[in-house]
């Protein structure tokens, strides 16, 4: 017998989860005989559930909610003897994953992705020998701007409230000293901003590291160098046509393997929420995850 799990995040996109929850059922069910559905009420839960999961020899776990229920189910799932087929709807505000992924950002269209069978291995990242995640790591002023960006902001400007937020937060800072071992190889100097990108979405920009294919065994590494407002209107033209690599104010290389450190009691950002202080290492886990994907 085939078992699916469904987990639900009811504050997640005004409760679209709870509107959406009979139609996800209902497609889970057209290809497993059996769908346990968990709704999260606290942070960790999605995790614990995934786990469920996992130990219980679930053959596909689907998680409806933002980026970090997404983060979390992803978090019980990294490095089981036994993982079940992931799938998500995104009920978020930026979504990256599901755009690196292609799924669409419209519910009753991402609930049809759960009612095939397609899917596709992803790359997803260890960080700190203790948590994983699958879109991005932020280090800097605009990767802390990130927490300032309130609910209504999110409503009323989408990703765009976190680029608007993140310009100001590092136009009143300074660069610090950044240091990154990676792969036998090191970089040092000054930085006002550096990201860790496994997809090519970050902050909603699809074109952020348009080289960058979920499961390529990198990550796409990028150190913003300078700033200032001439240099600024050079280099948004280049992040929208996704060639942020080759702008002068950027350096870019891959890894697999990194060490992180700084001058200054910074935090690094995982997916978009809060994680530990720096130091941080972070090694890349290849083809952790099968994840439902539209069919081409």
């Known amino acids: 017998m085939t078992k699916a799990m469904l987990i639900i995040n009811p504050s997640s996109g005004q409760e679209k989860g709870l509107k959406f929850e009979e139609e996800a059922v209902t497609a889970l069910k057209k290809q497993h005989e059996e769908v346990t559905v968990k709704y999260t009420e606290g942070e960790g839960d999605a995790t614990r559930f995934a786990e469920e999961a996992s130990f219980g020899k679930y053959d596909a776990l689907v998680a409806m909610g933002g980026d970090g229920t997404i983060n979390e189910s992803i978090n019980g799932l990294a490095e089981k003897d036994h993982k079940p087929v992931f799938g998500f709807v995104p009920l978020g505000t930026v979504n990256d994953f599901a755009r690196a992924l292609g799924i669409p950002m419209d519910e009753k269209k991402a609930i049809g992705v759960l009612e095939t069978s397609n899917t596709r291995s992803v790359d997803i990242g260890k960080i700190a020998g203790e948590r994983y995640f699958m879109n991005v790591l932020a280090v800097g002023a605009i990767a802390e701007a990130v927490y300032q960006v309130s609910p209504e902001q999110k409503s009323k400007f ?4 976190y680029l608007i937020e993140g310009a100001q937060a590092i136009r009143e800072e300074t660069p610090f000293d950044l240091s990154i071992d990676y792969d036998g190889k090191k970089w040092e100097g ?4 550096v990201l860790v990108a496994l997809t090519n979405s970050v902050g ?3 074109t952020f590291a348009r080289e960058a294919e ?6 796409h590494v990028f150190i913003l160098k300078e700033f200032s407002l001439p240099k600024v209107v050079q280099l948004i033209p280049d992040l929208f046509r996704g060639e942020l690599k080759s702008n002068e104010q ?3 290389f891959t ?14 950002n995982i997916d978009g929420d809060e994680g ?18 539209p069919e081409e």
């Open 158 to 161: 989408g990703p765009l409230a």
């Open 190 to 193: 000054k930085a006002y901003l």
């Open 204 to 206: 909603g920009i699809e």
């Open 214 to 219: 979920v499961n390529d065994g990198a990550f």
């Open 250 to 252: 950027v350096e870019y």
């Open 255 to 268: 890894a697999t393997d990194m060490k992180v450190d700084t001058s200054l009691n910074l935090v690094v």
């Open 276 to 293: 530990m202080k720096l130091p941080f290492e972070a090694r890349l886990l290849h083809n952790e995850l099968n994840v439902y994907v």
